[in-house]
């Protein structure tokens, strides 16, 4: 598919005219939940603030094309995440298999290859993540293996015939979602909070007490990622996916 690119004509996306703040912010999954609101100003320091996920994605596009605060609320997430089944390749010509488990953090698309022939505390495989291709590793005794920081675990099996050279499996999985009411009661934290326009470092601020209802009786549906833009007028602009792409606004190209 073609890539996408846009124009933005209006920098306040149409939510109050020439009156929007600047204040951008962000409420979805990640690995590791806030306790407030996060004030966010330097890339380096989402990992250790919120781990991976969605909003992680999210907020290190942001901060790679503006100097900008992100206030953002790392949810827990109440929707279960799926795992695909593994997939070997048609040309494997090894016995040994290969199955997965795990609460997946973000979405992924993983490659698992035997770089060595051999069976478990012998064999030598290397995971490709997202394409991003790993270091070689002796496959474990005990046939499990952690990919690091995503929740995901390998299982080996190599019961009769071994693993052998060029043996390949590949699997995916769908991202960790948060129910809509989780959403909401976020937004309505960040709407009701004193953030700044501008900050110098990343801190938490404490939510002020809503004291509102939820707007509505949220209703199911399939992403729960809301990306909005605060205005002096506290207006709200909600993106879930590219009107055009069909992708998420992270990963849509803009020019």
């Not at 064999?123 to 005794?141: E, H, Q, S, W």
Request: proline share 7%; hydrophobic share 40%; glycine share 10%.
């Amino acid at each position: 598919m073609l890539d996408v690119k846009n124009r933005i004509l209006d920098g306040a996306m149409g939510v109050a005219g020439a009156q929007a703040a600047g204040i951008f912010a962000a409420a979805c999954v990640a690995a590791i939940p806030s306790k407030g609101i996060l004030a966010l100003v330097d890339a380096g320091d989402v990992d250790g603030k919120i781990g991976d996920g969605p909003l992680r994605d999210l907020i290190m596009s942001t901060l790679s094309i503006a100097k900008t605060t992100v206030y953002a609320i790392a949810l827990e997430g109440s929707v279960a995440v799926a795992l695909s089944a593994v997939r070997p390749a048609s040309a494997n010509t090894g016995g040994g298999t290969v199955a997965v488990s795990g609460s997946p953090r973000n979405e992924y698309d993983v490659s698992v290859e035997i770089v060595s022939p051999g069976g478990l505390n012998d064999a030598v495989f290397r995971v490709t993540l997202d394409g991003a291709a790993g270091k070689a590793i002796t496959v474990p005794d005990n046939g499990q293996y952690v990919i690091p920081n995503t929740g995901i675990t390998l299982i080996f099996s190599a019961e009769g015939p071994a693993f052998a050279s060029g043996d390949s499996f590949t699997f995916s999985s769908t991202p960790p979602q948060a129910a809509n009411a989780e959403v909401l009661t976020a937004v309505d934290q960040i709407l009701n909070a004193n953030c700044p326009s501008k900050g110098s470092r990343s801190r938490v601020f404490q939510a002020l007490p809503s004291g509102r209802p939820l707007p509505r009786k949220p209703k199911a549906r399939k992403r729960s990622t809301s990306i909005f833009s605060l205005s002096s007028r506290r207006g709200i602009s909600t993106l879930a996916r590219h009107p055009i792409s069909g992708q998420p606004p992270w990963k849509t190209k803009w020019s």
